[in-house]
């Protein structure tokens, strides 16, 4: 079972700023890793797959790097809307499984 | 566009049932499977299983097997999740997230919160 780590637990950041969350995989999963945004009351929703690709209306500001066990999500000049918890996700194990990390919460510093 | 609405809260006590709808719009139903997620009040986001909407296969995450059912409904495009035996650390909002196109759930219901408690 692939295990999942996140850190910080919390980041704190002034508007404006870039923030840089960190993904870690127990084992190699190669490219297979998704990245969602999660606010209070509402959905997750997902914000990059494929480690790298950006998904469909994801501004520009939200980037992301890595491969294999260790994964990197930045978001540059940040907005009051981006204040939310992030989670990595890993499906490299699809069907017959998948993983989400435990989150990264980004708030007002 | 791609939606899926989900059934309202429920209120259960230790030892019910529980059914859990999604339904699917805007896209072709049995083209792509469904996920079941989990999030216990201040916690994080726990994959439960999927279903194949094509054939109607389930597959159930590891500690969830027995007392979680998937099933659906192709005429109505909907997939249900059944919980037997509540228990009170089964509450939780329960999402239904479409399997994307490369494979990462690319729409989420808005989510059903089941809570269990005498």
């Known amino acids: 079972e692939i295990v999942m780590t996140q850190s910080p637990a919390t980041l704190s950041v002034s508007p404006g700023e ?5 993904c870690r995989a ?4 190669s490219s297979n890793l998704a990245w969602f945004q999660q606010k209070p009351g509402q959905a997750p929703r997902l914000l990059i797959y494929g480690a790298s690709t950006r ?3 994801i501004p520009a500001r939200f980037s992301c790097s890595g491969s294999g066990t260790e994964f990197t999500l930045t978001i540059s000049s940040l907005q009051a809307e981006d204040f939310a918890v992030y989670f990595c996700q890993e499906f490299n194990n699809w069907p017959r499984g998948l993983t989400f990390g435990p989150g ?4 007002f510093k | 566009q ?3 609405v989900q059934s309202g809260s ?3 006590k230790p ?3 529980v059914k859990v709808s999604c339904k ?12 079941w997620v989990r999030q216990a009040p201040g916690r994080g986001l726990e994959w439960l299983g999927w279903i194949n909407t094509n054939t109607g296969d389930p597959t159930y995450a590891q500690g969830f097997t027995g007392r979680f059912l998937f099933s659906l409904d192709t005429s109505v495009s909907t997939t249900y999740l059944q919980i037997s035996s509540l228990k009170t650390e089964d509450t939780a909002v329960y999402y239904c997230a479409r399997v994307g196109p490369t494979i990462a759930p690319d729409y989420w219901g808005q989510g059903t919160l089941v809570t269990v408690s005498s």
């Open chain 1, 55 to 57: 998904a469909t209306g």
């Open chain 1, 26 to 29: 127990s084992q190699s999963v």
């Open chain 1, 104 to 107: 990264t919460k980004v708030d």
């Open chain 2, 24 to 35: 699917a719009s805007g896209y072709s139903f049995s083209n792509f499977a469904m996920n």
């Open chain 2, 2 to 4: 791609v939606q899926l």
């Open chain 2, 15 to 17: 030892g019910a049932s």
């Open chain 1, 18 to 22: 870039t923030a840089t969350l960190s």
């Open chain 2, 10 to 12: 429920e209120l259960k």
